[in-house]
């Protein structure tokens, strides 16, 4: 998985699910309407990570899958959590891996915080 991990450093949560998804034949992966969607944001005017993370998770939380996020969430943070818990963690490094693909194609650039 290719990251610059400017929104997350530690991707493994995300890994670990796509890992499982692929196993089972569930697809989550960003496509093309989703670095459509970033631009639409980016369009308005400036946006604060915090805006991109959470209009993001609205629209990849529907598309996590649920049992993959629970078992992916067991294995990695050693936590059962509830599928809706487990569902938003995913969705929400869903989101930023989607911003930073958003910035390896030049539709958006990302400051790293210091």
């Given at each position: 998985?290719?990251?610059?991990?400017?929104?997350?450093?530690?991707?493994?949560?995300?890994?670990?699910?796509?890992?499982?998804?692929?196993?089972?034949?569930?697809?989550?992966?960003?496509?093309?309407?989703?670095i459509e969607f970033v631009k639409h944001i980016a369009s308005r005017g400036p946006a604060s990570?915090?805006?991109?993370?959470?209009?993001?998770?609205?629209?990849?939380?529907?598309?996590?899958?649920?049992?993959?996020?629970?078992?992916?969430?067991?294995?990695?943070?050693?936590?059962?959590?509830?599928?809706?818990?487990?569902?938003?963690?995913?969705?929400v490094q869903l989101a930023g891996w989607t911003l930073e693909i958003a910035e390896a194609l030049?539709?958006?650039?990302?400051?790293?915080?210091?």
């Open positions: 998985m290719l990251s610059s991990g400017k929104v997350f450093g530690n991707y493994s949560l995300l890994e670990r699910y796509l890992e499982i998804c692929q196993e089972k034949k569930v697809e989550s992966l960003p496509n093309s309407s989703d990570l915090d805006k991109f993370l959470e209009e993001l998770v609205k629209r990849f939380k529907y598309r996590v899958d649920p049992v993959c996020s629970v078992k992916a969430s067991k294995e990695v943070l050693n936590m059962e959590l509830a599928e809706d818990q487990a569902s938003q963690l995913v969705a030049g539709v958006i650039k990302l400051k790293r915080l210091s």
